[in-house]
């Protein structure tokens, strides 16, 4: 079983910025991609970025792009989002997520959920 904690989330001012981190544990870390998905009040959960095994590919999802940089650190088992000029719309719980299969296509596209989910932490953002 795989066990994934997010923290970081808080209430910050358009145009700030914020590092969200997920904790793994459970399974050996590098063997699973790690994913950051969001979901605002009333909309679908979506897609913001993942990263591989080794941190060697990453994938955007278009509106994040530029503005959002996933990383992790094998040694530690954590997985960050460092998220730059914020914007309101950018207001979501974030949700940290681990697969062993890369199911993100190029473009951005899910092609099933992750296997493990976090229970995710709050991003405010306010103008």
């Known amino acids: 079983q795989v066990d994934l904690v997010e923290s970081g989330g808080e209430s910050v001012q358009a145009g700030g910025s914020l590092t969200l981190s997920c904790a793994f544990s459970?399974?050996?870390?590098?063997?699973?991609?790690m994913m950051w998905f969001r979901q605002a009040l009333d909309a679908a959960r979506e897609f913001v970025a993942v990263i591989d095994g080794n941190g060697g590919k990453t994938i955007y999802a278009d509106s994040v792009k530029g503005r959002f940089t996933i990383s992790r650190d094998n040694g530690k088992s954590t997985a960050d989002l460092q998220m730059n000029n914020l914007k309101v719309e950018d207001t979501a719980v974030y949700y940290c997520?681990?697969?062993?299969?890369?199911?993100?296509?190029?473009?951005?596209?899910?092609?099933?959920?992750?296997?493990?989910w976090g229970q995710g932490t709050q991003v405010t953002v306010s103008s």
């Open positions: 997520a681990a697969d062993k299969t890369l199911i993100i296509r190029p473009e951005g596209q899910l092609t099933r959920l992750p296997d493990f």
């Open positions: 459970g399974r050996t870390f590098s063997r699973y991609n």
